[in-house]
């Protein structure tokens, strides 16, 4: 892969192939058919890689060349040196639910990746190369409720093209998925329709001054919200448990749809230090501005990030580190946070050699709001896909509670909500079952004119249901002024 950038002099489209590529991925297509016609599943992955333009926005190339109702994909965080990794189509679709349900996509797709005919790995970005792309609800039956169709308790797809970016190394792979009666010849034609279509484009411009101003307003009274807070104090003051997170809904009615890619850019520019991630799905699109990392593995090693314990920011330098002072020393905050971090260490630890969490949680400031986090990192003792180590960890007690088995059956008994895919793991894996997964917080779910905004909080023994009230809002604030512009 050190020739030349493919560039739009060379070709008839920014994205269409050289012939010596086109070449290789007849000759890979070919090879993916022979071992779909001898496999049991009857199927096979043919692929390439090859490097596109350093000036290629991922992101922005997938929401102008997606075609509707297909899914798509997009992960971001810009402040990693412009790390991205954007998909488009779909050659295959994994879906499974119930408890088992990541080890069953997992399986899939390590059946898929093993049947690869594909380039050697090269030293491009993470991401480059075939890889299946989406995200899980966070519960095994998640998403039940109608304005969640498509997106299925876990839903990972293979895209038939995909563009991963680090730095100013982005590479495009384009991927097919062989059966036995397939031919290359065909494969690698419908392969190159869709290059010929695709386009480089800036993402679209939100409007900053609307006709008709969006109608916010909460799925519950915020006297519910309250309330349920203030019965889960009373169950952790019985000690039935330490801890359970609580999130509400708050809707966004517009005049006109809300476009998922206009908030995407604002998003990006806003909070550069965040997962920013969207998952299209038939007519809706799933998005979000997320701090929190679940889990990522690259070879035998493993990391995460401990996230919980929250302040609001301040424009004033002096009060904004005041403000993460005060948040160091809270006796609430810091017994929330040693409650995640001890929960991922246990869960990591029986498939680790070594686990290891940071001294003291850290202050991570991004655009609005202030969090205590404590790294974790782990030596894995055989290589666990990380698909499978996102099954381990989720939900951590940042979402979830503590103990889990005691706050599941409770979290939808007091919030009287379905939350789909708000604070379950979203992400990617490659055919090295390396990869990386997010916690889809800050979020939103866009369909049609209606755009449905998630936050939570922890509960603990000490909360003041008032100002846990307060702090979704705060929370809240990532999303809701570029919805209800």
Avoid at 388 to 409: C, I, K, N
Wanted: aromatic letters at 4%.
């Amino acid at each position: 892969m050190g020739r030349t950038p493919v560039t739009s002099q060379d070709t008839a489209g920014p994205f269409a192939l050289r012939a010596d590529d086109r070449d290789r991925l007849l000759h890979h297509l070919g090879t993916a058919v022979r071992r779909a016609r001898s496999a049991r599943s009857g199927e096979a992955l043919g692929s390439i890689t090859v490097p596109v333009p350093a000036g290629t926005d991922p992101t922005a190339v997938v929401v102008a060349s997606r075609r509707a109702g297909e899914p798509w994909f997009v992960m971001e965080q810009p402040d990693r040196d412009g790390a991205a990794l954007a998909a488009l189509g779909c050659a295959a679709h994994l879906e499974a639910r119930g408890p088992d349900r990541f080890a069953t996509v997992a399986k899939r797709w390590a059946e898929l990746a093993a049947s690869a005919a594909c380039d050697e790995p090269g030293d491009g970005p993470r991401g480059a190369g075939p890889v299946a792309v989406g995200g899980f609800a966070f519960a095994d039956e998640g998403g039940a409720a109608p304005h969640w169709t498509g997106f299925a308790p876990a839903s990972l797809h293979l895209p038939e093209v995909s563009i991963a970016r680090r730095g100013a190394d982005a590479r495009m792979t384009v991927t097919a998925l062989a059966r036995p009666d397939d031919t290359p010849e065909d494969l690698l034609a419908r392969l190159e329709e869709r290059l010929d279509a695709m386009r480089a484009e800036r993402l679209p411009l939100l409007d900053p001054d609307p006709l008709d101003r969006p109608r916010v307003a909460s799925a519950m009274p915020p006297e519910h919200y309250e309330g349920a807070v203030a019965r889960g104090v009373e169950r952790i003051v019985a000690g039935d448990l330490e801890k359970v997170v609580l999130a509400r809904e708050v809707q966004v009615h517009a005049a006109a749809p809300h476009d998922p890619g206009a908030v995407l850019g604002v998003l990006r520019e806003a909070f550069p230090s965040c997962y920013i991630v969207c998952a299209g799905r038939g007519e809706s699109a799933f998005l979000a501005a997320s701090p929190e990392l679940l889990i990522a593995r690259d070879g035998m090693r493993a990391g995460t990030l401990a996230l919980a314990g929250s302040t609001r920011r301040s424009a004033d330098p002096s009060v904004d580190d005041h403000l993460g002072e005060a948040l160091l020393q809270s006796a609430k905050d810091r017994a929330e946070q040693a409650i995640v971090t001890r929960r991922i260490e246990r869960s990591l630890r029986p498939f680790s050699v070594w686990v290891t969490a940071a001294e003291e949680p850290q202050v991570v400031k991004v655009a609005n709001i202030q969090h205590l986090a404590t790294p974790i990192r782990a030596q894995l003792a055989r290589p666990v896909p990380v698909v499978e180590l996102a099954g381990l960890l989720h939900p951590t007690p940042a979402v979830g509670g503590e103990p889990l088995a005691r706050a599941a059956p409770l979290i939808p008994e007091l919030e009287g909500l379905d939350r789909g895919w708000y604070a379950g793991p979203v992400g990617w894996t490659d055919i090295a079952q390396d990869g990386e997964f997010c916690v889809a917080l800050r979020s939103a779910l866009l369909t049609g004119t209606v755009a449905r905004c998630y936050a939570g909080v922890g509960v603990v023994r000490d909360s003041d249901p008032a100002a846990e009230l307060a702090e979704t809002e705060m929370k809240l604030q990532a999303l809701l002024p570029v919805l209800a512009l």
